[in-house]
């Protein structure tokens, strides 16, 4: 078991500051996870993140020997997409791998694969972003491959490559706006569907377990994460301070 704390302004009226508001973590189901990062993100745009309070002393103290993170998150290396801020969380909450690309590796499937295991982890997200400069670099290496690339980036390149590579044959070619968006998307899916159908481990808890593998995107522009692959029919939360999407 573990819990999920946040700061009573955003959960708790009323609740005596300095006070931890705290939701009980036993197991659980996807969906459920999916919606805390959504009120998460919610907040983080609205800015009220609370996320503060869930780093304290107190905090780190119940950390010490255990951990119980609700959703494992691989995302992209990129400075500017922190999974821990985007969503609105503390210490000990998500399980992150971040890696250039939010490519999948075998060091990343095993490290989906320990998370998922050790701590029956529900969730998992693979999430990407807007403008993304590992979408960028493999784009221009397909139109124009480059001589003396360090074989340690062009592996990067070459994760990503498959994704995007049959994007060039259609109009998006002929326009390169468009063509970086779809390519963020398409290689979001193709990450996704790789830990799906990558490994037995995950295809097993997805089969028997209940472990749901989704797809989003991060706009840089707006912080707003936008899932979009392999949803379960579910509405978002509502947010105090946020207009309702109705």
């Not at 983080?44 to 609700?70: D, E, H, Y």
């Not at 970086?180 to 089969?207: D, F, Q, T, Y």
């Not at 522009?221 to 936008?226: A, D, L, S, Y």
Request: net charge neutral.
């Amino acid at each position: 078991m573990g819990y999920i704390c946040h700061t009573p302004a955003v959960h708790s009226a009323g609740a005596a500051p300095g006070i931890f508001f705290c939701l009980l973590l036993a197991m659980i189901p996807a969906h459920e996870a999916l919606k805390i990062l959504q009120a998460g993100n919610s907040r983080f745009v609205a800015g009220l993140g609370g996320v503060s309070l869930a780093t304290n002393q107190a905090r780190r103290s119940q950390l010490i020997m255990k951990q119980t993170p609700f959703a494992v998150l691989l995302g992209c290396a990129d400075s500017r997409v922190p999974a821990e801020l985007v969503f609105d969380q503390g210490l000990g909450e998500l399980f992150v791998i971040r890696v250039a690309g939010n490519i999948v590796a075998p060091s990343q499937i095993g490290s989906v694969e320990f998370a998922v295991e050790r701590f029956s982890t529900r969730l998992v997200v693979v999430l990407g972003h807007s403008n993304c400069g590992a979408i960028s670099a493999t784009l221009d290496e397909l139109k124009l491959p480059a001589k003396g690339r360090s074989p340690n980036l062009r592996a990067v390149v070459d994760r990503i490559r498959p994704s995007i590579e049959p994007l060039l044959e259609t109009e998006l070619a002929n326009d390169p706006e468009r063509l970086k968006r779809h390519a963020v998307r398409a290689n979001i899916r193709h990450a996704a569907n790789h830990l799906r159908h990558g490994s037995p481990i995950l295809e097993h808890w997805i089969a028997h377990e209940g472990l749901l593998v989704v797809g989003a995107e991060y706009s840089l522009e707006t912080g707003i994460v936008e899932f979009f692959d392999g949803m379960p029919d579910i509405a978002p939360p509502a947010v105090p301070g946020l207009p309702s999407a109705a």
